[in-house]
């Protein structure tokens, strides 16, 4: 079953439009943070500080991603003030996972949270027929 689940997903990255990949990194994310913080609910000390360790470099890797694909020549302002919120959210995140608190990570969470919602309605208000220009430039 996983292996299956794992195809779809593959196969579903490769065929999305750059809009609908940017939403998949955000919910991507938001899923690493989750998962992070649950791990501070454990009761095994080192479990927990894999889980959290492991599950924020996935989300750090994904702010990365966002990052780098952000044109700040054609992106202009909108661009530069989404470069500096990644990284603003990746020094939270290195903060939460050397010093073993939550704060950060649910700080980083509702930031994506905010920036999935945004992008979500962005692409709902483009309509499922027209196809998804690589605002990458933007924000991706």
């Not at 938001?30 to 894999?50: H, K, S, V």
Request: a negative charge; proline letters at 3%; charged letters at 20%.
């Amino acid at each position: 079953m996983r292996t299956a689940w794992n195809s779809y997903r593959q196969v579903a990255m490769q065929t999305a439009a750059p809009g609908q990949l940017v939403l998949m990194l955000f919910e991507g994310a938001i899923r690493f943070l989750d998962r992070a913080e649950a791990g501070f609910g454990m009761d095994d000390p080192a479990e927990a500080n894999q889980t959290i360790h492991n599950n924020i470099h996935r989300a750090q890797a994904i702010l990365h991603e966002l990052n780098m694909a952000l044109d700040i020549q054609s992106g202009g302002q909108l661009a530069e003030t989404l470069r500096a919120l990644y990284e603003y959210m990746d020094r939270r995140l290195l903060e939460s996972n050397l010093r073993k608190q939550p704060e950060g990570i649910s700080e980083t969470r509702r930031h994506l949270s905010k920036l999935c919602e945004a992008w979500a309605g962005m692409l709902q208000g483009r309509g499922a027929s027209e196809p998804a220009s690589t605002t990458v430039s933007v924000a991706a």
